[in-house]
């Protein structure tokens, strides 16, 4: 899990939150940071407390608490209002895929990939993101092929990133590769109706 | 529910073990062929026998080094050798492309800088998918393949032994033995074993190997002493003796002149005594100078050996079943057609003695192997003029024979060399130092002219002998040489251009155009 990171609201402009609209300095939200890759919480700061932070951290002391007004996150699980984290899992054997996957009423996506996979370090947050647009009506686990060689033989994967729709335990539709976000909602949206 | 699933895996493997006995007690094998070890000819052997409806399994197995590395299935050529050599060769390449480049016009800031860790997470990326890549072949091609150690209970049974120390028997028609070697530690030197690495450990650190000492003077040694020369590190070579033994000594000292011209320091006639840890983890390193009758030391931030490598037989147990292995070597004795001393058990790729210790040797033998045991072929292997290439800076490619190979075979009085200095073209925009690009031809000198070794040191000394190892293969004469039309302009039409003999004495360099 990162650290929290901490912007200058010029930056979340960049990414299209806005800046009226209620979002106070000091408000912790979600919202994807610059060369960061997953949804991420963040802390928004005001110019003031950008600056007395990087002061701090320049100096090396401890960034101490912000004002009392401001909620803090810490360096912990993931601080998010979304249901992500409970939508997305990581397959931990064989078993695991039984239970979670093979076994659960509800549809499930399989995202097969592996570390030194490029393609799939894009189209695994990317699926994620489209996944928890889903408010839980489908279900994301995640396998390294790596990690479950026998696991990506059994389903024979080839190539990575592969991901299969899966539904009462059966195989109902596949793809290999990237896809945009219309493609993977498309996919989404044909695995929950069917 | 994990309960039921365990309760079914015992009950298959006892199953299992049910059907071996009852086979074994019937006398019929479980495989057509077991082939133990993974790499470029064990791999090459399944998947040929798996094409011809056979049931073949694999065994491979990776024993972590002294420093604790390990990889996946595809062998040495794959995960710490030829491929991940290859690529970091390249990445060499790159810098010294870059430093020519400003002549071309383009503006890059000099110096160039070089990160090692990005270099190594991409070719160890690269590795990884090539992993993944053999089984999935495996899996396609229907070999079944075992993560496991293997060793010989008898002449048609493997014991295999995964990592948690589980067992499986299992027997087979045919065994081939195709386990390659690993890089020797010089065990006499105090210090060897705990603070130096070895090929093996190169390719897959995370972190930039520093000031690096390479000790000894084989390709394995030139080759990773000029990449890391290439990619800005500070590089020194340790020999003993002569650089790359058993290739043609005047095209390796021009090599080793490159080399040092290129950056690379070289610490000639001497050897290592001992390697000592100093504070801040850095190693100083002891030798002699046998030319001086000196005692030298220095510092290093990493000691690489690269004297030479070893059979993989240790753990085999061979003498179970008496496989019979060179006692000088320690490699498996075959005959022509890959056979050991056992009937159906053979062997092929490093592990075998008198060999060339090269990828594409092992598929070749592997491959044809596996027609003559399940194919009806009787074609054997042919080791006879076997291109290959070191890829040092400035890379040297030959086929067939060194001169001193061709002299002592047909005696001087009948072999006509001939060569030429040469400049490639693209050296000469970039006033890049062409000194060492030089080429050689052996020839016979009674009628026909045949040609019997090419040698050629320049860039891309691979992709330009390949061609030629073709004629070669084919008989082709110096006549037939002469007819054949260059292709302007390249460094291999020199090639088809040579004219001057060693003999006449004269100046052998040649102009382009």
Redesign the interface.
């Known amino acids: 899990m990162q650290c929290p990171i901490y912007v200058y609201p010029g930056y979340l402009l960049a990414w299209g939150l806005p800046r009226r609209g209620g979002l106070e300095p000091g408000t912790a939200a979600v919202g994807l940071a610059v060369g960061c890759p997953h949804p991420t919480y963040l802390i928004l700061l005001s110019p003031q407390m950008a600056q007395r932070l990087a002061l701090r951290q320049l100096l090396s002391l401890a960034p101490r608490t912000l004002p009392p007004q401001a909620p803090v996150a810490r360096h912990s699980r993931a601080f998010s209002t979304s249901a992500n984290c409970k939508s997305t899992f990581n397959v931990q054997d064989?078993?695991d895929f039984?239970?979670r996957v093979v076994?659960n009423p509800k549809p499930v996506v399989v995202d097969f990939h592996?570390?030194?996979?490029?393609p799939c370090k894009i189209l695994g947050p990317r699926l994620e993101k489209m996944v928890a647009k889903q408010e839980g009506k489908v279900l994301m686990a995640k396998v390294d092929?790596?990690d479950h060689?026998d696991l990506a033989?059994e389903y024979e994967?080839?190539a990575?990133p592969t991901v299969l729709a899966m539904k009462n335990g059966d195989v109902v539709d596949k793809f290999v590769g990237i896809k945009d976000e219309d493609q993977l909602e498309a996919f989404l949206k044909k695995l929950i109706g069917a | 529910m994990a309960t039921l699933w365990r309760r079914r895996e015992r009950f298959l493997g006892v199953l299992g073990r049910l059907c071996r006995t009852v086979r074994a007690l019937s006398g019929k094998n479980e495989y057509d062929l077991l082939v133990i070890g993974g790499g470029s000819g064990g791999l090459a052997c399944a998947k040929e026998a798996a094409q011809f409806g056979r049931k073949v399994a694999v065994l491979d197995y990776v024993e972590p080094s002294p420093k604790g590395t390990k990889w996946g299935l595809g062998g040495t050529c794959v995960n710490v050798g030829c491929i991940p050599k290859k690529l970091m060769h390249q990445a060499a390449l790159l810098g010294s492309a870059l430093k020519d480049a400003q002549h071309y016009g383009w503006n890059i800031a000099q110096p160039v800088h070089h990160t090692w860790s990005v270099m190594a997470q991409a070719v160890q990326n690269h590795v990884k998918s090539l992993n993944w890549g053999h089984r999935v072949q495996l899996q396609d091609k229907k070999v079944k393949y075992f993560n496991m150690k293997g060793s010989f209970s008898d002449p048609h049974t493997i014991r295999g032994l995964t990592k948690a120390g589980k067992e499986t028997i299992v027997t087979a028609e045919n065994i081939v033995i195709a386990t390659g070697g690993r890089p020797k530690y010089p065990m006499h030197i105090a210090g060897a074993l705990e603070y130096g690495i070895t090929s093996d450990d190169l390719f897959w650190l995370k972190e930039s190997p520093g000031k690096t000492l390479v000790v000894g003077a084989s390709y394995v040694s030139l080759e990773c002493a000029g990449f890391l020369t290439g990619i800005g590190l500070d590089t020194t070579v340790m020999m003993r003796s002569i650089p790359l033994r058993g290739f043609d000594q005047q095209m390796a000292s021009l090599v080793t002149e490159h080399m040092e011209c290129y950056g690379t320091k070289f610490l000639k006639r001497c050897f290592p005594t001992k390697v000592e840890k100093l504070e801040g983890n850095r190693l100083q390193v002891t030798w002699k100078n046998t030319d001086l009758g000196t005692e030298e030391t220095d510092c290093f931030d990493t000691v690489m050996w690269a004297v030479g490598r070893a059979p993989d037989v240790k753990t085999l147990n061979l003498d179970a079943v008496g496989v019979k292995t060179s006692s000088e070597t320690g490699k498996i004795i075959v005959d022509a057609s890959e056979a050991t001393s056992v009937p159906h058990i053979y062997a092929i790729g490093d592990i075998t003695e008198g060999r060339p210790e090269l990828t594409p040797t092992a598929i070749a033998a592997g491959k044809l192997l596996a027609r003559r045991l399940f194919g009806q072929s009787s074609e054997l292997m042919d080791y006879d003029n076997v291109p290959t290439t070191v890829f040092t800076p400035l890379e040297y490619g030959c086929v067939g024979l060194s001169e001193e190979a061709a002299v002592q075979c047909y005696g001087s009085d009948n072999v006509e060399v001939y060569h030429a200095y040469y400049k490639p073209l693209e050296f000469t925009v970039a006033e890049r130092d062409a000194t060492q690009c030089y080429i050689k031809m052996v020839c016979l000198r009674e009628r026909e002219q045949r040609i019997l070794g090419l040698h050629f040191i320049g860039p891309n000394a691979g992709e330009v002998i390949q061609g030629f190892a073709l004629g070669i293969k084919c008989g082709a004469t110096y006549p037939q040489l002469m007819k054949t039309v260059g292709i302007h302009p390249t460094c291999a039409e020199e090639i088809t251009k040579l004219h001057i003999t060693k003999r006449s004495g004269l100046d052998a360099t040649v102009t382009g155009c």
Do not use: E, K, L, R
């Open positions: 064989g078993s039984q239970d076994n592996a570390q030194w996979c490029g092929i790596d060689t033989i994967v080839s990575v």
